[in-house]
């Protein structure tokens, strides 16, 4: 057999990231495990969401029954909540706080102030690994008034820190290039980066405290920036790699119809993760209050947030259903393929965490109590699914954080609310 040369391969590929590991080539570690977290606004009808039982008597309720060919790589939790945020009526505090279980502020200066969100924390511990700490992304723009930086708490759900919210891509096209950056743009990237702090450094020297401290946090953001592009320039031989090749093709256009724009950004997310590019990332399916236009979908005339203020009225409740099945039809279709992916001993679903669900639990009395959650793949073995698991009423949302974030790696004695991990997975 002729001797692999990764070097030849790679120069002969033309491509600088994200190849695969070929079945010919030695693997020196096991598949990572990856956590993935999907919001969605407005909440759900309450009544035909979660499941009951495990094994073969798990079952799930209507809106949930997309996920049936995948059911027995799922855990469907119920009460959870997260306490802070109960109390809190608008869509602000329950978009921010659903990955960071902390209340929004409005602070003097229009400063924001929230907290750093679970996804965020992992990254920071383990996003030295691979080329991208995180990969956050969505399909609608920020929300924003002008002077007015209070409706940004609806547009994240990933935060860098409490008054930074982790910039989200929403164009595929961008996001591609964001995974796929050719090494001519990296070395652009760094010499930018070098001039950048050079010219930080020098007006350090003259401006006051306060903005001493924001140039502070400036020069980590640009280390984790530095980091990453030595990151991606550095021999990854030792890193995992797929036995599969992934499509590597940019996308030509950001789709128009919402199915097509989610799903697309849903294929980046599994490539991310395919390639080891990212271990952690987050998508938006929507801004925390949204209207939203769902008129594509059969019998389906009211906008989304109307819908889930439907006051009990048939003809708009079943609308409402429309809606929320659709997004658990767009979990299906990611879960899928990534069910679909070797890896190993298992498939990439199985060395991953997916949490999807909203930081309303009903949209149309907005309580946020026993949210609505799906928890799906194995955690890298160490989830027992197949099953839902009612917890008592009022348990911390966070506690799964704390959860996650250990299987991810990372050791975390607290988060928000939570002084311990979420029994019963294992």
Known sequence: MKQWNRRRFLKAAGVSIGLPWLEAAPRSAPAPTRFAALFFPNGVQVEEWGGSGEGVAFQ???????????????????????????????HDGKTSGFLTGMENYRLDGNQLKVGTSIDQLIASKIGSETPLPSFCLGIKPDSMTQLDLVPIYRSYISWATPSQPAPKEIDPRFAFDRLFGSAEQRRRDKSILDAVREQAHDLKASVSRADTRKLDEFFESVRDVEKRVENSNADSGSRWRPSVMPALERPLRRPEEREAHARLMLDLMVLAFQTNTTRVSTFMFDNGGCTGNFTFLPGVTEEWHAASHHRDRPE????????NRWHVEQLAYLLGKMDAIPEGDGTLLDHSMVLMGSGLADGNKHTASNLPLVLAGGGNGTIQTGRAIAYPEHTPFARLFVSIAKRMGVEVSSFADATQPLDRLS
């Open 60 to 90: 799930l309720k209507s809106l949930l029954k997309p996920l049936d060919p995948l059911k027995s790589k799922l855990v469907v939790p119920s009460g959870l909540w997260h306490e802070r945020l109960e109390q809190r009526g608008g």
């Open 316 to 323: 708009i409740k079943r609308q409402y259903e429309a809606i």
